[in-house]
């Protein structure tokens, strides 16, 4: 049984800093991963997909990449900024099945 | 991108009454919705992969009597949670894969927030 795990649950860092957030998986068959993020009391908004054929995806600010092989993807955030501040979730989903297996995310605080 | 909305944003309902939740894909057919519950600082878990024309697939663990799943057309579906109790108010999210993006990319809908007294 799949199980995505993401460290740290929480983070708060000043403005401008740039973080790593970590996504771990248990199962390394997957089809593809996804990181979204979160804000509170609301639905999900994609932020990045990474096929499991490819090591990274960029969007803006955000960089994710995927080792397969070890189980583990990281969500780059540069010169992050107060806006920033949301929950991610990392999610995976298997070969040959559509369910997305998610972690329980990361709160990111963003001081000013 | 795909837009995908749920109505209603939030209910607040007496105990052994039922709700009906409606998500809906705006610009694009959705022959799969997908039904999550998400529980105060827990992750998203699958409750049930809805498909356009046919019964939908429940998870282990959910009660396919208790929670309704109609997918009657290929921009909506509904989720009806019958004689709701307290232990089932929770945050619903459904997403829906848009058939012709690659990837199996699903899109989310804002959530609705089922508080039963």
């Not at chain 1, 000043?14 to 996804?34: H, K, M, W």
Request: glycine fraction near 6%.
């Amino acid at each position: 049984k799949q199980e995505v795990t993401q460290i740290p649950a929480a983070l708060s860092v000043p403005e401008g800093e740039n973080l790593v957030l970590n996504c771990s998986f248990t199962d390394s068959a997957i089809y593809n991963l996804q990181w979204f993020r979160q804000d509170p009391g609301k639905g999900l908004t994609s932020l990045l997909l990474i096929q499991s054929s490819q090591r990274e995806q960029t969007s803006g600010r955000l960089n994710a990449s995927l080792d397969k092989s070890s189980g583990r993807s990281t969500l780059y955030i540069a010169a992050s900024q107060p806006g920033d501040s949301a929950t991610y979730l990392c999610a995976v989903s298997q070969g040959g099945s559509e369910k997305l297996v998610f972690g329980k995310g990361t709160k990111l605080t963003v001081n000013p | 991108g795909a837009v995908v909305s749920q109505h209603p944003s939030w209910v607040i309902c007496k105990s052994g009454t039922s709700v009906k939740i409606e998500c809906r894909s705006l610009d694009f057919q959705a022959t799969t919705m997908f039904w999550y519950r998400q529980f105060p600082k827990q992750s998203l878990m699958l409750m049930a992969t809805s498909n356009e024309g046919s019964k939908a697939t429940y998870e282990q663990g959910v009660e396919k009597d208790k929670f309704l799943i109609n997918h009657a057309s290929l921009t909506l579906s509904t989720l009806t949670v019958t004689s709701a109790h307290p232990e089932d108010s929770s945050f619903y999210i459904c997403s829906a894969r848009d058939p012709f993006q690659v990837y199996n990319e699903q899109f989310f809908g804002p959530g609705t927030r089922l508080t039963v007294l």
